[in-house]
């Protein structure tokens, strides 16, 4: 059975930092790309980044690019996001997942449950002004 678990959320000041943790178990780790989504009370999904199941390529969407870090731990078996310089408009519940499918480029597709393998229960980031 696979199990999906994120960890790392909280309160922060805006300009600060959070690094979230996610582990999987229950699969074989270095077979499938990785992602993060979130979403906020009233809001769509958003997909924000994803890497390759070699760690190689990354994508990022813009919201986040240039101020988020995606990384795996593969002897870990552990995803990782480092988030800093973090905003207001960052607050929302951040989920990892397995995606169905992977792009070349490193993009994949996160923005349904119907376009993920696995997804975990999300952690909350909230980004006080």
């Known amino acids: 059975q696979v199990q999906v678990t994120e960890s790392g959320g909280g309160l922060v000041e805006a300009g600060g930092s959070l690094r979230l943790s996610c582990t999987v178990s229950g699969l074989i780790w270095n077979d499938y790309a990785l992602g993060w989504f979130r979403q906020a009370p009233g809001e769509e999904r958003e997909g924000i980044s994803c890497i390759s199941w070699s760690g190689l390529a990354t994508y990022y969407a813009d919201s986040v690019k240039g101020r988020f870090t995606i990384s795996r731990d593969d002897a870990q078996k552990t995803l990782y996001l480092q988030m800093d310089n973090l905003k207001p408009e960052d607050t929302a519940k951040y989920y990892c997942?397995?995606?169905?499918?992977?792009?070349?480029?490193?993009?994949?597709?996160?923005?349904?449950?119907?376009?993920?393998?696995?997804r975990g229960q999300g952690t909350q980031v909230t980004v006080s002004s």
């Open positions: 997942a397995v995606p169905r499918a992977y792009y070349s480029g490193g993009h994949c597709a996160l923005e349904s449950d119907a376009d993920l393998l696995h």
